[in-house]
């Protein structure tokens, strides 16, 4: 049985789907068998961040309401045959589908691939509680602002409520050189208030734009620092003991191993 | 559940159902539930549809009624004698006039008609437009899904003042746009099937289109 992870923020635009597409790409290249399901319906983005929108036929409501077999909606990535998107719906909304429907969904592609990512629409509502279902773990995404770390505290709570214990975080866009000069939040404050396990940290890097708009996510690229931070993230997943690498702030990757439990 | 022959047959503006005798009124309900539903072919249409009367009392009718309403609120519902339906060879060879709809469809906006159809506007990637015949857009197509003779007809074809959608479909034939390129800027085109493919020809190098 594989491993269904969903990622997930609560505020919008904080680098979601993003991830999604990156951390399954990565997986992808590590040659796992990996599966992204975008539940983000009526918003659906993940087909484009991938540069495969111009192959959906079928999509997960399609799939929910017995339109198509679960194959048929599957679409597999052109660059890693081992990897595959299940698109969300575009001309629906989030009551299109419920909980058990999603949880029976990933149950059953549990039993093929090795990894089955969920990528959340932001909020708390239907569509968040619709892609926590049938997960067994979270990632949640954050940006060093005030804002997304009061919404990753609210997701943390929210998924303890239904059973989603120790979720990781992601703290994405991170900038050194603001940071130094103290006009960033830190690590080290962003952790101690969220209080979980630190799975990565991605550097702001406007490369990033370039590698969504054209499809292609930017772990394909070996030279960027940014696909680094992606493939190390992949390699936590898992299991490895990557290092983060925090500019040689010490004190820092001390304390987040300690957190995380691997020193 | 086995599927009694059940059918419903567009005509020149409006779709009938035939139930056989022998239907039970349950399912005939599940029947309406699944082709009426929103996500289905016919989500958002407007248009008449007349059922051949197998002699249902008024509960029973106001049931079906419900059941099509509860599904699709456009659609008019005319319960009429079987001695009223008119033999299909005396429906005379006329076009419907085409709907024609004077806005842009944006991300997850969708129209669908069972005939012709006309947009004056733009259609946004992420917007489906789908028609039973032809599809004509004054306005640019940037993306989204255009899909002409939906119901199978492969020799509707698809006009755009700049036709550069995601995925363009007539009748089960698919074509995508190329992942590198952009095809934009190109001027008036017109898609239709060829050979079992879907070709896009410049409209104004066709010849005809000069005529």
New interface residues.
């Given amino acids: 049985m594989g491993k269904s992870i969903v990622i997930t923020s609560g505020k919008g635009g904080v680098g979601k789907t993003t991830t999604t597409a990156n951390i399954g790409m990565a997986l992808a290249i590590l040659g796992r068998s990996v599966v992204l399901i975008d539940a983000d319906i009526?918003?659906?983005n993940l087909d484009v961040v991938m540069?495969l929108?111009?192959?959906?036929?079928y999509d997960l409501?399609?799939v929910v309401?017995d339109?198509c077999r679960l194959d048929q909606a599957l679409i597999k990535d052109?660059r890693y045959r081992n990897l595959m998107l299940l698109p969300a719906a575009?001309?629906?909304d989030k009551t299109?589908v419920n909980q058990e429907q999603i949880t029976k969904l990933v149950e059953g592609l549990r039993d093929e691939f090795d990894y089955v990512l969920i990528d959340s629409p932001a909020g708390i509502e239907q569509g968040f509680k619709n892609a926590i279902a049938g997960a067994q773990e979270a990632v949640i995404v954050t940006t060093p602002e005030v804002s997304a770390v009061r919404d990753a505290d609210r997701i943390i709570g929210m998924l303890e409520a239904e059973g989603l214990n120790d979720p990781t975080v992601i703290i994405n866009r991170i900038r050194k050189d603001m940071v130094k000069r103290g006009d960033m939040m830190d690590i080290d404050d962003m952790i101690e208030i969220l209080a979980i396990g630190l799975l990565g940290i991605v550097p702001d890097d406007e490369d990033i734009i370039v590698s969504t708009n054209k499809?292609e996510p930017i772990v394909l690229n070996n030279k960027s620092r940014t696909g680094e931070a992606f493939r190390n993230i992949a390699r936590r997943i898992e299991g490895e003991d990557i290092p983060l690498n925090n500019n040689g702030r010490g004190k820092i990757v001390q304390k987040i191993k300690r957190m995380i439990g691997i020193s | 559940m086995a599927n009694k022959e059940i059918e419903i047959k567009g005509t020149l503006d409006k779709l009938r159902v035939h139930p056989p005798p022998d239907v039970t009124l349950s399912e005939l309900k599940a029947f309406f539930s699944r082709k009426f539903n929103s996500s289905g072919f016919f989500q958002g249409v407007k248009c008449k549809l007349d059922i051949i009367d197998n002699g249902w009392d008024v509960r029973e009718k106001d049931e079906i009624r419900e059941t099509i309403k509860g599904n699709n609120e456009l659609i008019e519902i005319r319960f009429i004698r079987p001695e009223d339906e008119i033999a299909p060879k005396d429906i005379p060879k006329m076009k419907k006039a085409p709907e024609i709809i004077k806005r842009s469809f944006r991300s997850g906006q969708r129209v669908a008609v069972l005939g012709d159809l006309i947009v004056i506007g733009d259609i946004n990637p992420g917007a489906e437009v789908v028609a039973g015949g032809d599809i004509i857009v004054f306005g640019k197509v940037v993306g989204g899904l255009v899909h002409a003779g939906v119901e199978g007809n492969e020799e509707a074809s698809i006009f755009a003042l700049e036709l550069a959608p995601t995925q363009m479909r007539i009748g089960k034939i698919l074509g995508r746009a190329p992942d590198d390129r952009s095809r934009r800027g190109i001027g008036p085109e017109v898609a239709r099937v060829k050979n079992g493919r879907i070709i896009i020809e410049n409209y104004l190098a066709r010849g005809e289109g000069r005529r």
């Fill in positions: 009526g918003l659906r540069g929108e111009n192959r959906i036929v409501v399609d309401e339109r052109k575009q001309t629906r299109a499809g």
